[in-house]
């Protein structure tokens, strides 16, 4: 049974690798699941584990007052849900809209379901398939308020935390934005670095570790950051944009040693000398979050 205690039915529109991992997560969850996919043998793969599996998008919209759109992308959705029978079978429900996407994207799919009376409730999943259900999966949802406080208890069962930021649509797609830019660019970085040690003959078990201890440290001086970004505070001696300006062309030239490129290192040399060239050379460096917040980048 789900963890509001009641069962739900909802629709699952889309069963590539993330959408299979929702619709099997709310089978077992003891909601009342009906699944259409394009290539209808993914829905009978469902159906063996408890979904209803139906041939046509229609039938799927009507079989339930939610339906879960995991699709590639928002223009995928938008051309689907156009098609006047998907429309008429749209009317008055609750959709739930994930794909891949900017707020432009989102908008597209709200411009066409709001006309017809359907509560529009983005959601951006936080989480890898395999981590469907658990209680430190993230899912970030934007739009309709009373979609949300109705459908909680559900969205609930798809993730452990189901953070609401309120009513303007795509807000959920913006902060989704911003945490995978962080989290792509330490994943790359990440890889750079490692090729750097394994090239100079290194053990990479000794990069993982000296690695770890560092990360560690990231929660405390990411808020820190964030404080200074909140409080417009950007003075401060430990540490300084020429700090960063003039140490990155020696650790370029350790990539350059070994025949390597640098491409994320490159970039914090352009952001640190840009900063520098700026004036703002003795500024922690967090003044460049101000830079960029300001266009002055």
């Not at 993914?42 to 799927?60: H, I, M, P």
């Not at 934005?177 to 750079?192: I, K, L, N, Q």
């Not at 000296?210 to 560690?216: E, F, G, I, K």
């Amino acid at each position: 049974m789900s963890s509001a205690g009641t069962a739900d039915r909802i629709s699952v529109i889309g069963l590539g690798l993330m959408g299979a991992s929702l619709a099997r997560t709310l089978v077992r969850a003891g909601h009342d699941v009906t699944v259409w996919n394009r290539t209808h043998s993914k829905a009978e793969e469902l159906a063996t584990e408890g979904a209803t599996a139906v041939d046509s998008l229609v039938d799927a919209l009507e079989a339930s007052p939610v339906s879960l759109w995991c699709l590639l992308d928002y223009q995928m959705m938008a051309q689907l849900m156009g098609d006047p029978s998907n429309s008429k079978a749209l009317r008055g429900t609750t959709v739930i809209p994930s794909a891949t996407g900017g707020p432009a994207d989102v908008r597209l799919v709200a411009d066409i379901l709001e006309p017809l009376g359907a509560a529009v409730l983005d959601a951006k999943i936080m989480f890898f398939p395999a981590q469907t259900g658990e209680s430190t999966a993230e899912l970030l949802l934007s739009g309709d308020q009373q979609a949300f406080a109705q459908h909680k208890g559900l969205l609930s069962d798809l993730a452990g935390v189901c953070r609401n930021l309120g009513d303007d649509v795509a807000a959920a797609s913006v902060l989704y934005t911003a945490v995978w830019s962080y989290d792509f660019a330490s994943r790359f970085a990440y890889m750079e670095a490692a090729a750097l040690v394994t090239a100079s003959g290194l053990d990479l078990e000794d990069f993982t570790k000296s690695a770890a201890l560092r990360t560690a440290q990231f929660p405390e001086q990411n808020a820190e950051l964030s404080d200074r970004f909140t409080r417009n505070h950007f003075d401060g001696d430990q540490a300084s944009v020429d700090i960063y300006a003039e140490g990155v062309p020696p650790m370029m030239g350790a990539f350059s040693a070994v025949g390597l490129k640098a491409l994320l290192l490159e970039g914090v040399g352009r952001y640190s000398d840009a900063a520098e060239h700026a004036g703002y050379g003795q500024k922690d460096v967090s003044v460049i979050y101000d830079m960029i917040r300001s266009r002055k980048l």
